[in-house]
């Protein structure tokens, strides 16, 4: 590490290393009710299940909860302390940074460990970032678009921090930079022991392997990271819509797959799907770019001549932030009842496989599906996949996020067969896995489809750093036995 953005983060983490009082190795028993709070104190902040700050935290309705106790931890320390809080009074408790969980494992009826609040943003010297986990994207894009560099991260604005890591971090740039996880160069991270231990290349290595893309909440409590930035002086946003009967759909989007998977790594797209008209698809697609006008609008040429959209194509060419913000708003929350599911794409699905998809999806018209396509490959697979914990480097060509929507929970529930047909249509074509960043609690054999033959590996790190399985959710990595 450079003395410099040493010395930078010793001052920006001035509020100390804490150690808990008591190193216990884990929550025994029932947990306990009717605990009480401690004091107030410059470093956490108590809320009870009546504060309506408490009930404000949530993304997903089908998985809202009202905590009993919230600890909204204002520094490094404060976060210690709500941890050692928990575990004196055996209370159960889920991590929140500071955005959303699909399956709200960030949520909790007891206690939630809130770091929504330290969400500080500094750069150093060396243009590098120095990051609280509840900062968001958008808060993040924001304080780095000045100096015309970013983090290569996702695309919604409202996603925090401290959860995108765990998963890997797929975003807008990555076919161009790589991974968010891939420019981590350190984290802070209260473990089972209470201590809190640098994880890097040259510091509890395995750790540091474990945080990248090994899944949230399972490790420890990260309480700050450094990062390494990315130029993006100037990018292009290109938006087109088709409005597509089954059968033209299903070709439009294998050619699809083949040009944008072909594509200048520097070009990204993202394609969204969802029931259109009676009888039609409506297929819009966004390019993403950092490369030359000239490179960027061949790429979207390339698309245009397959099918000619609806209206000529939206065309944005500004800062980073600025084409961010007009790809998602920033503070942009949706809100309603929603199930989620992924897989990560083998191949190219041929015509006749797209165009069966694309029936149900029509036919699925007021049911709230849709079905959303990411376009891998480039430097992502520039490392091998046992490089990070995130496993899918190399054999996933695309990313396919299947969603319904609903403003109940009864017409969620008639929606999520429809989803799982969509899903199983293109089973054929995929690797298996799926994005731990869109958790699914009804995936089966979960464990392998997140993180493959790194799985292994994860639950002995696991053991290592916390044996008792203190922290822990559905779909958390346990501790390897033995």
């Known amino acids: 590490m450079p003395q410099n953005r040493r010395a ?22 029932a947990w306990a009710q009717g605990a009480q709070p401690p004091p107030d104190t410059p470093a956490v902040i108590w809320k009870t299940a009546g504060d309506v700050a408490a009930k404000a935290r949530a993304f997903n309705k ?15 320390a404060g976060v210690a302390e709500a941890l050692e809080w928990a575990r004196a009074n055996a209370q159960s408790f889920s991590i929140l940074s500071g955005g959303h969980c699909f399956e709200g494992f960030s949520q909790s009826e007891t206690a ?7 969400n500080s943003l500094a750069l150093t010297p060396d243009r590098e970032l120095v990051a ?27 996603v925090g921090l401290g959860g995108h890591i765990g998963g890997g971090g797929i975003g807008l740039w990555s076919r161009a930079y790589g991974l968010a996880c891939d420019h981590l160069l350190s984290a802070r991270v209260l473990i089972a022991n209470g201590q809190i231990v640098t994880a890097s290349a040259t510091e509890n290595a395995d750790l540091f392997w474990a945080l990248r893309g090994g899944g949230s909440g399972s490790f420890g409590i990260i309480t700050s990271f450094a990062f390494r930035l990315r130029p993006i002086p100037r990018a292009t946003l290109i938006e087109m819509h088709w409005d597509l009967p089954p ?25 969204y799907a969802e029931p259109g008209a009676p009888g039609l698809l409506r297929l819009r697609l966004r390019f993403l770019s950092i490369a030359d006008r000239a490179t960027s609008f061949a790429a979207a040429m390339e698309i245009y001549q397959i099918a000619r959209p609806v209206t000529e194509p939206y065309i944005s060419e500004g800062t980073f932030l600025q084409v961010s913000d007009r790809l998602w708003p920033r503070g942009y929350m949706p809100e309603g009842y929603f199930k989620f599911a992924s897989n990560f794409m083998a191949r190219t699905s041929n015509a006749a496989t797209w165009e069966s998809t694309m029936k149900l999806l029509e036919a699925s018209r007021g049911a709230g599906q849709a079905l959303v396509l990411e376009t891998l490959g480039g430097a992502i697979d520039d490392l091998p996949k046992e490089a990070t914990a995130y496993a899918h480097r190399g054999a996933a060509k695309f990313l396919f996020q299947f969603e319904t929507v609903s403003r109940n929970r009864s017409g969620l529930d008639k929606g999520i067969p429809i989803m799982r047909a969509l899903q199983q249509s293109l089973s054929a074509d995929t690797t298996g896995g799926a994005y731990v960043n869109y958790p699914d609690l009804d995936l089966p054999n979960w464990q392998n489809a997140y993180w493959g033959d790194n799985y292994e590996r994860l639950t002995r790190i696991k053991a290592k750093y916390d044996p008792g399985n203190l922290f822990r959710h559905a779909q958390s990595v346990p501790p390897a036995k033995g």
């Not at 033209?248 to 998977?261: I, M, N, P, V």
Request: with cysteine; proline share 4%; aromatic share 8%.
């Open 8 to 29: 930078f983060l010793t001052d920006a983490l001035a509020s100390g290393t804490a150690l808990l009082a008591t190193a216990r190795s884990g929550l025994s028993g």
């Open 62 to 76: 089908r998985t809202a909860k009202t905590a009993q106790y919230r600890a909204i931890c204002q520094t490094e």
């Open 112 to 118: 939630v460990i809130d770091m929504s609040a330290m």
């Open 132 to 158: 609280g986990p509840g900062a968001t994207l958008g808060e993040m894009n924001t304080a780095t678009d000045p100096i015309s560099y970013a983090l290569p991260a996702g695309y919604c604005p409202t």
């Open 247 to 271: 059968a033209e759909a299903g070709k439009f989007l294998t050619a699809w797959q083949r040009s944008s998977y072909g594509a200048d790594r520097r070009v990204t797209s993202f394609l």
